[in-house]
């Protein structure tokens, strides 16, 4: 499995590389927003018609928010950890081999 696979960024070039300037990006960044606030708040204003109530609207909108800003932070920010096994390192205070010697005598 590749390594861009296992990001949250599978399938894009790298950053110097894109295709679209970094305008395109921020355009679609800006769409991600507008579409949670959009998409979920037209669903909490349709559940107050339907309900009757005035504050689904309003949860609605910030599910949305949120939705939008976690789909940004994983699509443009989030890099998880290497998934192989890290070398061990000897933590400071742990012997490294030099210091385990005996001096003769």
Do not use: C, N
Not at 93 to 102: F, I, S, V
């Amino acid at each position: 499995m590749s390594q861009d696979s296992l990001r949250g960024d599978a399938g894009r070039t790298s950053p110097g590389t894109s295709p679209y300037p970094p305008v395109a990006e921020g355009w679609t960044v800006l769409s991600h927003l507008l579409a949670g606030f959009l998409l979920f708040g037209g669903i909490g204003w349709g559940i107050d018609l339907l309900v009757g109530t005035r504050w689904v609207l309003l949860v609605g909108l910030l599910a949305g928010g949120a939705a939008s800003f976690a789909l940004i932070y994983i699509r443009y920010l989030y890099v998880p950890p290497d998934p192989r096994p890290a070398q061990s390192l000897p933590r400071s205070g742990e012997a490294t081999g030099l210091q385990d010697r005996k001096e003769p005598g």
